[in-house]
């Protein structure tokens, strides 16, 4: 498995609260070879795509990124490919699912929290899924991306700059201000940890990281959205996506995986945006979350 299984999972599995897409009954995953130059890049006939380098092999991630579609298979407005992990998730293969990816992992997904093995349950109000801390690690080693300047990172970079790029450049732009301002972080943390302790989060709480990458957010807690609004609104990173990604983050922070994540991201943008990476901020001293 290679550089696309990282994101793909981080869709799967985001453990937030939007509506589970459809399950899908599908075979399991199998080492597919990238078309040559010249032949259909596209098993359903979309000729949208530009074959990839000859002599190319696909792993199962690879080939998997370049089958994604552009037919989403949900039924909620679509804003793929500048939506956020639902809209991402939602123009999967058939073929990649939640039991899928348990059974290459050999293992369980999520050590507590509201999902079962093959399903997961997002309407969980004070609820989230807790990951294994193992699964995680198998995720980051096993899915380490192709080197920059591979052929199949040469082969996949077309399909990542048209699915991935926009929510990965979010996924590390949130990081990043996470690390810089780590008191900002820490009072997000604190507040919606306590709340779903209390089993009190109110309704629509995470629509205040929609804010999260204006410069004010963290110097101004107690501001007006409508202040907000006018000044700098959402810092000009989309904030109906940064609001997922930021609350993504928040529950990796609480299970404790954060760290093990942004290692996984920072593997796949050096394969595939090393740029975004030059001037980055050390990660924080590891918090015991337990």
């Known amino acids: 498995m290679r550089p696309a299984l990282l994101l793909v999972v981080l869709s799967a599995l985001l453990g937030c609260g939007s509506p589970a897409p459809p399950p899908v009954a599908v075979p399991p995953l199998v080492v597919t070879v990238v078309p040559r130059a010249?032949?259909?890049?596209?098993?359903?006939?979309?000729?949208?795509?530009?074959?990839?380098?000859?002599?190319?092999?696909?792993?199962?991630?690879?080939?998997?990124?370049?089958?994604?579609?552009?037919?989403?298979?949900?039924?909620?407005?679509?804003?793929?490919?500048?939506?956020?992990?639902?809209?991402?998730?939602?123009h999967r293969p058939a073929r990649v699912t939640i039991a899928a990816l348990r059974t290459l992992a050999g293992g369980r997904i999520f050590s507590s929290g509201p999902h079962t093995d093959d399903d997961l349950v997002l309407d969980a109000k004070n609820d989230f899924g807790h990951y294994d801390p193992a699964f995680v690690r198998w995720l980051v080693d096993t899915a380490g991306p192709s080197p920059r300047g591979s052929a199949a990172q040469r082969a996949t970079q077309a399909s990542y700059d048209e699915h991935l790029r926009p929510l990965a450049e979010i996924f590390w732009k949130t990081l990043e201000k996470a690390r810089r301002e780590p008191a900002c972080f820490q009072r997000e943390r604190t507040a919606y940890a306590d709340a779903m302790k209390r089993k009190r989060l109110p309704e629509g709480h995470y629509e205040r990281w929609f804010y999260f990458m204006n410069p004010q957010f963290c110097n101004t807690p107690k501001k007006t959205d409508r202040f907000l609004m006018d000044n700098g609104f959402d810092g000009g990173v989309n904030g109906n996506v940064t609001k997922s990604v930021v609350g993504f983050w928040l529950r990796r922070s609480l299970d404790g995986t954060m760290d093990t994540f942004a290692v996984g991201l920072e593997k796949l943008l050096a394969s595939y945006q090393p740029e975004l990476l030059d001037g980055r901020t050390p990660p924080l001293v590891r918090e015991d979350t337990r």
């Not at 890049?41 to 552009?70: C, F, I, M, N, Y």
Request: aromatic share 12%; glycine share 10%.
């Open 38 to 90: 010249g032949e259909d890049a596209v098993a359903d006939g979309t000729p949208d795509r530009e074959p990839p380098a000859a002599g190319a092999e696909a792993s199962p991630a690879e080939a998997a990124l370049q089958e994604w579609s552009k037919r989403t298979q949900c039924s909620a407005f679509d804003y793929f490919p500048n939506g956020g992990l639902q809209n991402f998730w939602c």
